[in-house]
């Protein structure tokens, strides 16, 4: 009854906000940062890490260990094949150039610049927050305090995905203060590169996902074939150095794959509530985020190209005794990827086409295998929300609604 009265009084304030909302600056900040506070802002966790590195690497020098190699980048890193899954579009990449916003002809040239944040960019004895050798470190460290945090979690009974949901909105903050954001105001204002970069995350919701995978598993495969010419002139050294440069540059793109298997990141209309709702671009994020949230917890039925079928879950609940399946199929997925990388550098012969793709799920199947309602979905080209926000069971949809007022009723619920 109270949060009913409450949303009353606020309703004019509400509607006199949306019609000034169309720049970010013309919505008051504080507003913006209770909203962040309530849904958070992204998708950090472990999972990218952990699932990366069960990738079998294979290289020209034998003497690399096969268990957690750490690849060369250009800039002086030495990273995991996991830690750049983990890195690649979620806290490096460049906002201004999304994959899914560039013409067809500048989609390769927008996945370097999202890889070169990370792997070329930087160097050393420059200690600002934005050079990508002291980011990472500082990363790193956090990462792996959350890593001890969650097993101290586990230890006590608690599950992983209760660990992340009931931490959220502490990751979000940690990891915008370490990307060069936050202040003695807001953890969340100003914003750093991860908020940056979430409010352009087109490519890690299908169909863009799978799109912006294949870009970049075409760049890695390029680049192997760049080790294979230096094989054939006996170059071992800088064939093994363009061969983990190849590896890096998968892993980055091996991200988007990830995210192609994530329930919350299958059907979420991203693009489409970017592009329809007159709002700031974090808010259109949050937005996008109340339908990721509860089709990662609920999960969705999925099958794929080889008739394998799955429940598939999302962020936060990967390693869930539920998820098993769903772990065995996108392993498989991207130890193909890195296995047709290594191919190409010792054979010289690009794939004709790529297998994993295979194991994607078919998300035109979802419609008939589900259950659920989807919260907002696209049809006949308008961008509609269910008329139940808190109930995905319920089958009706509305063209008239407020992703401001949207936004505050969870907030409220």
């Not at 013309?26 to 940062?33: A, K």
């Not at 995350?201 to 390029?222: M, R, S, T, V």
């Not at 999960?299 to 008739?307: H, M, P, R, S, T």
Request: include cysteine; charge should be negative; hydrophobic fraction near 40%.
């Amino acid at each position: 009854m109270i949060k009913n009265i409450i949303f009353a009084v606020l309703l004019p304030c509400l509607i006199a906000l949306t019609s000034y909302a169309h720049q970010p600056g013309q919505l008051d900040t504080t507003l913006i940062s209770q909203l962040l506070e309530k849904h958070g802002a992204g998708f950090g966790n472990l999972e990218h890490q952990k699932i990366g590195n069960e990738v079998q690497l294979h290289f020209i020098n034998k003497d690399i260990p096969s268990e957690h190699p750490l690849l060369h980048l250009p800039n002086g890193l030495k990273l995991s094949y996991g830690d750049l899954v983990t890195f690649g579009g979620d806290i490096f990449g460049d906002e201004d150039y999304p994959i899914a916003r560039c013409k067809p002809e500048d989609k390769k040239s927008c996945f370097l610049r999202q890889f070169n944040t990370l792997a070329v960019n930087g160097q050393k004895g420059n200690e600002q927050c934005s050079n990508p050798l002291v980011q990472v470190k500082s990363i790193q460290k956090y990462l792996s305090e959350l890593n001890k945090a969650i097993e101290e979690a586990e230890k006590k009974g608690q599950t992983a995905s209760e660990f992340y949901l009931k931490h959220s909105q502490d990751i979000s903050k940690a990891l915008n203060r370490l990307t060069c954001g936050g202040s003695f105001i807001s953890d969340y204002l100003p914003f750093g590169q991860y908020i940056k970069l979430a409010q352009v995350n087109f490519d890690h919701f299908h169909p863009d996902a799978p799109a912006a995978y294949k870009i970049g598993h075409e760049i890695a495969l390029e680049t192997a074939m760049k080790a294979y010419r230096e094989r054939l002139a006996n170059h071992e050294d800088k064939a093994q150095r363009w061969l983990e440069l190849a590896y890096a540059q998968n892993a980055f793109a091996n991200h988007f794959l990830t995210d192609a298997f994530s329930s919350g990141h299958m059907r979420t209309p991203r693009q489409a509530i970017d592009k329809d709702i007159h709002l700031p671009a974090v808010l259109k994020l949050l937005i996008a985020n109340l339908m990721h949230d509860e089709d990662n917890r609920l999960g969705l039925n999925v099958i794929n190209a080889q008739g394998l079928s799955w429940k598939a879950y999302g962020d936060g609940y990967l390693f869930t005794e539920e998820a098993q399946m769903q772990r065995l199929i996108l392993t498989q997925a991207m130890q193909q990827s890195a296995d047709s990388v290594y191919e190409v550098a010792m054979t010289g012969k690009p794939p004709k086409f790529y297998p994993e793709l295979n194991l994607f799920p078919d998300t035109k199947a979802l419609e008939q295998l589900n259950e659920t309602a989807p919260l907002f979905k696209v049809e006949n080209g308008v961008l509609l929300k269910r008329t139940k926000n808190h109930d995905p069971y319920h089958f009706e949809w509305t063209s008239r609604w407020s992703g401001l007022i949207t936004l505050l009723q969870f907030k409220l619920g």
